[in-house]
C-alpha cells in the first residue's frame, strides 16, 4: 500500500533479487542494496570532532559545485547498511544524466551515531538507565527505564547529527550545500523524522521502517503506558501541538518506507499520525520560490518486515533526484526527459501524481 496525493492505493512487491523481503522478513540483504553499481568515491574526514565518510565528493561536477547532501544516518554503532546505500542512491542517480540536473548529489554518513560521550537523561545517567542482568522490577517500571534510555540512544545520534549539519559546510569548502536530506534505517528512519521536524534546513526526508515522533509520544502518553516524568514530557510537547506541526512540516519532502510486517515500527500504529503530516507539509509557509508547499507520500510493502530492500534503495534515489537535484524551474522538456515533472504548474497535482506512480511502480 502506498499513499499521497494522487496515487492509486495498490500493493508495492518488492525486489526479487532481494533476500530481506520474503522468508526472513527482517533480514537486511547489505550488498544487494547497492544495487550493483560502481562503487563512488569515499573521503574520510573529521567534522567537529566526529568522524565522517563523504560519498561522491570526487564526482562533484560543474563550476558553482552546487550540492544537495544526503544524510545517511546509522541505526547502530555499526550500521553495515550505510556504505551500500550510499552506493546504490548515487549509482541509480548517476543513471539519470545532466539535462535536468541542477545539483550534485554528496552523501554524508555518521557511523558513531549514538555512541558519542555518556549524558545524563532526565537527571540520571546512561548508566543508572540501564537494567541490570539480574533486577527485580515491576513491569511498569521496567518499561519505563526502558523507554528512557531508548530515548538517550536517539537524543545523543540527534545531537551528533545536527552537530555535522552545522559544521560540515566549513569542512567542505568548494560544495555550496543548497539541499539538506535525512535517511536511515529504523533508529536512523526514527532520526529522519525528527530532523525533518526539528531542522529547518532539512528539506527532504526519506525515513526507511522509523516511526514519527508523534506516534511514538502518544504511545508512551497512552492509558496502560508507565508515568512519564517531567522531563520527558517537555520532550513530548511540541509533538501534541498541531500549530507547531504545520510549522515544522511546512513545505517539506517526505517519502516514507515501511514494511507491511514490521513488528518493531509498524505502519498501523502511524498511519492515522502520518496523514496529519501530509496535511501540515503541505502547507506553504516554507515552500520555495516556484513550489506550491510539500508532499508526504508512503509505501507500505507487502511481505516485508523490519528491513531496508532494493526497491526502498530505488525509491529513495528517485526522491532525492525528483526533490533535490532538479531545478523546479528547468525547462520542461529537458525535465520530462529525465522523467521528471516540474513543479509550480497548473497540472501540478497530476504531474505528482505521475511522479509518485514512476516511483512506486519500481
Not at 553499481?37 to 562533484?60: F, N, T, Y
Not at 525547462?331 to 497540472?347: I, N
Request: net charge neutral.
Amino acid at each position: 500500500m502506498f499513499g499521497g496525493p494522487g496515487v492509486p492505493v495498490v500493493a508495492a512487491v518488492p525486489d526479487a533479487t532481494s533476500h530481506s523481503g520474503f522468508g526472513t522478513l527482517n533480514k537486511v540483504d547489505y550488498p544487494t542494496l547497492g544495487l550493483g553499481h560502481p562503487l563512488p568515491s569515499e573521503v574520510k574526514i573529521q567534522v567537529g570532532g566526529l568522524p565522517v565518510a563523504v560519498w561522491g565528493l570526487e564526482e562533484v561536477e560543474g563550476d558553482g559545485k552546487r550540492g544537495v547532501v544526503v544524510l545517511v544516518v546509522a541505526r547502530a554503532k555499526e550500521d553495515l547498511s550505510t556504505p551500500y546505500l550510499a552506493q546504490g542512491i548515487l549509482g541509480q542517480v548517476a543513471l539519470k544524466g545532466s539535462k535536468a540536473k541542477a545539483r550534485n548529489l554528496i552523501i554524508v554518513t555518521l557511523a558513531r551515531n549514538g555512541s558519542g560521550p555518556e549524558k545524563p537523561v532526565f537527571g540520571k545517567s546512561a548508566q543508572q538507565l540501564q537494567v541490570p542482568s539480574n533486577a527485580t522490577m515491576d513491569r511498569s517500571a521496567l518499561k519505563l527505564t526502558l523507554n528512557q534510555y531508548q530515548y538517550r540512544r536517539r537524543q545523543i545520534a540527534l545531537d551528533e547529527i545536527e552537530q555535522l549539519i552545522a559544521a560540515l559546510p566549513a569542512a567542505l569548502p568548494g560544495l555550496i550545500i543548497e539541499e539538506w536530506a535525512a535517511t536511515g534505517i529504523s533508529l536512523g528512519g526514527f532520526i529522519a523524522w525528527k530532523l525533518i521536524h526539528d531542522n529547518p534546513r532539512v528539506h527532504i526526508g526519506i525515513p526507511i521502517d522509523g516511526l514519527p515522533f508523534e506516534s511514538i509520544s502518544k504511545r508512551l502518553s497512552s492509558p496502560g503506558s508507565p508515568s512519564i516524568t517531567p522531563d520527558l514530557q517537555n520532550v513530548l510537547l511540541p509533538f501534541t501541538d498541531p500549530a507547531q506541526g504545520r510549522k515544522a512540516y511546512s513545505g517539506k519532502k517526505i517519502l516514507g518506507l515501511f514494511g507491511k510486517e514490521s513488528t518493531f515500527a509498524p505502519f498501523t500504529h502511524a498511519e492515522g499520525d502520518i496523514r496529519q503530516i501530509e496535511t501540515w507539509t503541505e502547507n506553504q509557509d516554507q515552500g520555495k520560490e516556484g513550489e506550491k508547499g510539500g508532499i508526504l507520500a508512503w509505501d507500505v510493502q507487502e511481505n516485508v518486515g523490519h528491513t531496508c530492500t532494493v526497491q526502498m534503495v530505488k525509491q529513495a534515489a528517485e526522491w532525492v533526484w525528483r526533490y533535490g537535484m532538479v531545478d523546479p524551474t528547468a525547462d520542461e522538456g529537458a525535465a520530462a526527459a529525465e522523467g521528471v515533472g516540474s513543479t509550480g504548474s497548473t497540472g501540478e497535482k497530476k504531474k505528482r501524481g505521475s511522479f509518485l506512480k514512476k516511483v512506486f511502480s519500481r
